[in-house]
């Protein structure tokens, strides 16, 4: 089974407050994305990465940095947290071999920012 | 237009019937298609994917694919209360591309 974990389930910031947010797979994935899923807004991919050091902006990057220092480890940075990046944070890897494809999401991490 | 349309729901249905859940989508070079099933408070779980024209069932699930018509849907056979969820329609174009494009998902309930 695919197995994509993130560092936290939930998790409490103050605004500006520098933010870090970890998912690790052990499927070998090339790719990995970072969303962010809101009420009435659905999912909105942030960033991506298809390769180690390799990064690019999604639909809504503003505000956000991405760090893919091994393969296995894709890290989503909020360098000043924001009221308005209070949200679901879900990271996914994906294949595309056979039966296993796809893209397969961690838990989340949800992020409040007071 | 947007990019992937699905009915918001709330689909109705009772417990033994077929749930029937649709897609339509705008990009014509869409390649692949998936669906995934998220409960509340937890994360999208991937029940199937289709790239060809027609159907493909896995156990109680066959998803329909008409390229033409851009159109995806997902059959549910012998529905139970624990399939209530929203089911999120994606698409990819496939290639070298990426991006994995969600629809807003569709709230379905199957009464006991």
């Known amino acids: 089974d695919v197995k994509v974990t993130q560092s936290s389930r939930y998790l409490v910031k103050r605004t500006g407050e520098k933010v870090f947010l970890e998912c690790v797979q052990d499927m070998d994935h090339e790719n990995m994305f970072w969303y962010r899923q809101d009420p009435g807004l659905g999912l909105r991919l942030i960033y991506f990465s298809y390769d180690v050091k390799m990064k690019e902006k999604g639909d809504i990057p503003e505000g956000y940095s991405v760090s893919r220092e091994k393969k296995e480890r894709f890290s989503l940075i909020l360098e000043s947290a924001s009221t308005n990046q209070t949200s679901m944070y879900l990271c996914?890897?994906?294949?595309?071999?056979?039966?296993?494809?796809?893209?397969?999401f961690g838990p989340g991490t949800r992020l409040t920012v007071l | 237009q947007k990019e992937v349309e699905q009915n918001s729901g709330p689909l109705s249905v009772p417990e033994g019937a077929i749930a029937s859940l649709n897609c339509t989508y705008s990009d014509r070079g869409s390649q692949s298609f998936f669906w995934y099933r998220q409960y509340s408070g937890k994360s999208p779980e991937l029940i199937m994917f289709?790239?060809?024209?027609g159907d493909k069932e896995d156990g109680r699930f066959t998803a329909q694919l008409n390229k033409a018509s851009q159109y995806v849907s997902l059959l549910i056979r012998d529905s139970q209360p624990s399939d209530s969820a929203t089911y999120l329609c994606a698409v990819n174009r496939g290639g070298s591309n990426y991006k994995l494009t969600f629809g807003k998902g569709t709230l379905l309930t199957v009464n006991p």
């Open positions: 996914a890897s994906s294949t595309f071999s056979g039966r296993a494809s796809g893209w397969y």
């Open positions: 289709i790239y060809s024209n």
